[in-house]
């Protein structure tokens, strides 16, 4: 039995769907307000609980042999602390007294650079480290951007031909296959050589973020409109955000770290994921037509 968390988000339901199609028994962990109707419509058995509750946490963790941590606190919550380090650290403890198997942690790339202006990085590191020091086997699969999150900006893209590109357009980035991750998560529990390994996880090519807006002109057949202004525009944002939310306004250290930084898997890595589990990564632009029907 696979306990999965943040199951009924993008990656969590692909995770999900990866499993049952190799008919693995799922526990999906979800909130009650969730929309969970796909995954019970997969087969997998529901588990209603809250994270920030310690009890359901220990709960979700009875009679289970593999556990994927996939949930993450939104950027603007102000949730890192509660969500991304403690529910994380509680699920870590009641996995090892349920006697997990293994542990796989979605964690993030650059999770170790030490950016102090981000909850979110932080408290992944800080999970991270956790999960290397508990006695549990563990596989922590560290993602550059999710291809996923990009197909609301493609939808809009389509609409109006205009891409938003906040910060400097060379900074290089590997986003990954939302799917293909899912199914790196879903398979690293059976795959030795990822046992107690990092990883790091992007997709085959290493892109400018001013070559998105360029695939996005391609695959709709329109030259695109790129507005690009500065991250000084998010300084500012933050500063008045601030005021009025001091929590959300240090959510946005999460969301300024993503855009003043690189986020790319160098060619060695992706040949290492590669070999590892033993299938090729998609593309970008493989991934966005799939979804886009273009």
């Known amino acids: 039995m696979f306990l999965v968390t943040g199951a009924t988000g ?9 499993l049952r199609e190799q008919e693995r028994s799922v526990r999906a962990f979800v909130r009650l307000t969730a929309r969970y109707g796909e995954l019970e419509h997969r087969g997998a058995e529901l588990f209603i609980g809250d994270l920030r509750r310690e009890r359901d946490i220990q709960r979700a963790c009875q009679g289970v042999e593999y556990v994927i941590s996939a949930h993450g606190s939104n ?3 102000g949730g890192a602390e509660a969500i991304d380090y403690r529910a994380n650290v509680e699920l870590i403890d009641a996995a090892k007294a349920a006697e997990v198997r293994h542990f796989v942690y979605i964690s993030v790339l650059g999770a170790d650079r030490g950016y102090e202006d981000s909850p979110v990085f932080k408290a992944k590191w800080a999970v991270e480290q956790y999960l290397r020091a508990s006695g549990l086997s563990y596989t922590i699969l560290r993602p550059a951007g999710f291809a996923s999150n990009l197909l609301p900006l493609a939808e809009q893209f389509r609409q109006t031909g205009v891409y938003l ?7 290089r980035t590997s ?22 390994q990092v990883l790091a ?4 090519e290493v892109l400018e973020r001013g070559e998105i807006p360029r695939i996005f002109g391609e695959l709709f057949n329109r030259s695109p409109v790129v507005v690009n202004p500065p991250l000084l525009l998010v300084d500012g944002v933050r500063s008045l955000v601030n005021v009025v939310n ?6 946005l250290g999460t969301l300024r770290s993503l855009l003043a930084n690189e986020f790319f898997c160098t060619a060695a890595e992706v040949t290492r994921l590669e070999n ?3 299938f090729q990564l998609e593309s970008l632009g493989h991934f966005l037509r799939r979804y886009l029907s273009v």
Do not use: H, M, N, W
């Not at 993008?10 to 990866?18: A, D, E």
């Not at 990954?176 to 046992?195: I, K, N, P, W």
């Not at 001091?246 to 959510?251: I, L, R, T």
């Open 10 to 18: 993008g990656l969590g339901r692909r995770i999900v769907r990866s």
């Open 75 to 77: 950027e603007l919550s």
């Open 165 to 171: 590109l906040v910060g400097d357009p060379k900074a």
């Open 175 to 196: 986003i990954v296959s939302t799917d293909d991750l899912a199914r790196l998560a879903a398979e690293a529990v059976f795959v030795e050589g990822a046992r107690d």
């Open 201 to 204: 996880v992007g997709g085959p």
């Open 246 to 251: 001091p929590d959300a306004g240090q959510g």
């Open 276 to 278: 590892l589990f033993q």
